[in-house]
């Protein structure tokens, strides 16, 4: 819901404050990391949570518009991120990126990722079913690679060895879920051995 918000600062349409947090009460705002920071840390920040190629030209930009105070919201920070593109048609805004992996840093979303499925095993009966949605790759590989771990120690099955994702009816009716992939596993059954049946789990022996 906070993504609705204008005023949390997680819009590159809308003018809004560089806050990007998602509990307003925790944590600092982004423009304080991006004040802070030096530009190498920016950089990486944007490179590896955001994938964006150009993160080096736009970290310096961000830089420049905070010394020349051109940096005052969203939409501010929109503009530097399109100016640091080569004219021509962009498939996705070029502020996409950017914006994505600071939320992710100022939020420490893949680490609250990581924790949730840490606690994944203490937290279930079995068998039980674990159903996670992702909303971006770096989020869906940690799922993935997790669930792989878990069914080779054969402490469970993945039902489907690819994510499912929405249909163009349900895009249609909800743009948001054209990026979600829901992967699912069955805790406390392991995956199935070559003749077809299915290998105990540890809980089972």
């Known amino acids: 819901m906070q993504l609705d918000e204008a005023g949390r600062g997680f819009s590159f349409r809308a003018a809004g404050p560089l806050d990007m947090r998602m509990d307003a009460e925790q944590g600092e705002p982004v423009l304080d990391f991006l004040r802070d920071a030096p530009d190498a840390e920016i950089a990486r920040v944007i490179y ?82 674990v159903a996670v949605i992702s909303f971006h790759s770096l989020e869906d590989r940690i799922v993935k690679h997790t669930f792989r771990d878990w069914e080779r120690a054969g402490l469970a099955r993945i039902l489907k060895p690819a994510p499912i994702v929405a249909d163009e009816g349900e895009r249609g009716l909800n743009p948001r879920s054209r990026s979600a992939k829901l992967r699912l596993l069955e805790w406390g059954v392991a995956r199935r051995s070559k003749a077809g049946k299915y290998r105990p789990s540890r809980e089972e022996e």
């Open 48 to 129: 590896e949570y955001g994938e964006e190629r150009l993160s080096r030209r736009i970290a310096s930009g961000i830089k420049r518009a905070l010394a020349e105070g051109r940096l005052r919201d969203t939409l501010d920070l929109a503009e530097v991120c399109r100016r640091a593109y080569p004219r021509g048609h962009q498939r996705i805004d070029p502020a996409t990126r950017t914006f994505q992996a600071l939320r992710i840093h100022v939020n420490d979303e893949l680490g609250e990722l990581r924790r949730a499925l840490a606690a994944v095993p203490d937290g279930l009966t079995t068998p039980a079913m």
